[in-house]
């Protein structure tokens, strides 16, 4: 009996054995099968990366600039103009230049360090055969080579490529106002308003006219 009672409980506690393994198996299968959890997948792609520093911001649109001229001014009254000119660009956001009616074109080679140095250019262009040049004499031209003054600009440039197809290189054309020419005023503002108070100015120049005009960069 003693030898019946044993085998039962070893046959007992195997089965019991089996059952508890079984179990375990299954749990580690279904854990190593599992199903992706779908809600959770992301099929978007990362996110560009960051640039380093601040981000700059897209720059404001220019403001429009306004240009009116002011012509038929006599010569005695473009000083007292030029002045009033110069108190109003004092109080408000605007400039103006003051430009000759009538032109002429200089051909000129830009003033060299020394006089030596404009002595031995000037014998430069007289060796290619350029006549009709010589060395400024003038505190703002000083020391430049001469090379022609001229009433149309085309004239000008002919004179400038005669040069240039000589071999001698850099030289360029000046405007310069002819002697006793009258003059006229370009005002240029970004604010309209500004450009509008000249009409008032102008009621002491009754000859006088205003404009609306390109501005030219």
Known sequence: MKWLALFLL???LAWAGFFLG???WT???AAENAPL???R?????????QADGPVAAPRPDKQQAYCVEWRGLVPDELKPARELLKGMAEERVMSFSEV???LRHWVIFPPLPSREAATAKLAEFAAAGIKDAFVVRSDAWDNAISL????????AKRRM????DKGIPGTRIEPQAKRGTDYYFVIRSEDADALKSLNEAKAAYPNSALSRVACTP
Request: no cysteine; glycine share 12%.
């Open 10 to 12: 070893l046959a007992n």
């Open 22 to 24: 079984r179990d375990g």
């Open 27 to 29: 749990a580690g299968g």
């Open 37 to 39: 959890n779908a809600s």
């Open 41 to 49: 997948l992301s099929l978007r792609p990362p996110p560009p990366p």
């Open 100 to 102: 000759p009616l009538d």
């Open 148 to 155: 022609g003054l001229y009433a149309k600009e085309e004239a």
């Open 161 to 164: 490529r005669e040069i240039e």
